[in-house]
């Protein structure tokens, strides 16, 4: 199983166990922390809503939060120049964050914009730190988030080398099928290195074959 990607009813299973906190319900799920430790949790984080087309981070400035997704969709984007690339979304019961603007406290490469209204759980960065130094367990999540980051890393540098567009998307399809009809396909032509033209073409055809 994805450990960023709990189904519904896990996370209320465990927000029933764990005392209704959805940050320390996913955290459990990933690797189990003490009870202690849950409770630092849920006292140092917060619950925020944006809307959509909400700026949660700008390439350049210092990330200072982690956010966890209760409902909506965050996209990553670099400019170059004036065009937008999207490198990543995220949707529910998925962590976002700046790696490099987070674990390093250096001006972000990416922006992170809200594509839908979202509900999130958010926890600063002094009480991750704290949390790493006072309750070992809490390394053991951070290490297999950062595993699972750098394989989601490993899976866009894959797709972009892939040549041929149909079957870029071929493969976006078979991998992120949650994400086809939700996200708008500017978005996704734009992850997979397209224009919007060549996937409106792609998706016609393979509609017409079947």
């Known amino acids: 199983m ?3 990607s709990m189904k519904k ?8 166990e764990k005392g209704n906190s959805p940050l320390a319900a996913f955290i459990n799920h990933i690797h189990p922390v003490s009870d202690e430790a849950t409770r630092y949790i849920k006292h140092h984080s917060f619950s925020r809503q944006i809307e959509r087309g909400t700026y949660l981070l700008k ?4 990330c200072e939060h ?3 997704i209760c409902k909506g969709a965050i996209r990553g984007y670099t400019k170059q120049g004036t065009k937008e690339v999207t490198t990543w979304v995220s949707v529910e019961n998925e962590m976002v ?6 674990n390093m406290q250096q001006p972000s490469l990416e922006n992170i914009q809200a594509i839908e209204k979202c509900e999130l759980i958010v926890a600063h960065y002094d009480a991750l730190q ?9 390394n053991i999540v951070g290490r297999k988030l950062l595993e699972k980051y750098y394989s989601d890393a490993e899976e866009r540098a894959f797709i972009s080398r892939i040549p041929n567009a149909g079957k870029r998307y ?3 399809i078979e991998t992120k099928s ?3 009809n939700r996200i708008p396909l500017k978005y996704i032509a734009s992850f997979l290195g397209m224009t919007i033209e060549t996937m409106s073409r792609i998706r016609g055809a393979k509609s017409k074959a079947k």
Do not use: P
Request: glycine letters at 6%.
């Open 97 to 102: 964050t700046s790696i490099r603007g987070l």
């Open 130 to 138: 704290y949390m790493y130094k006072h309750y070992i367990e809490v």
């Open 178 to 180: 949650n994400l086809a």
């Open 9 to 16: 009813k896990e996370v209320q299973s465990l927000e029933k």
């Open 66 to 68: 982690l956010y966890f």
């Open 59 to 62: 390439a350049g400035e210092i």
């Open 2 to 4: 994805n450990i960023l």
């Open 170 to 172: 071929h493969h976006f």
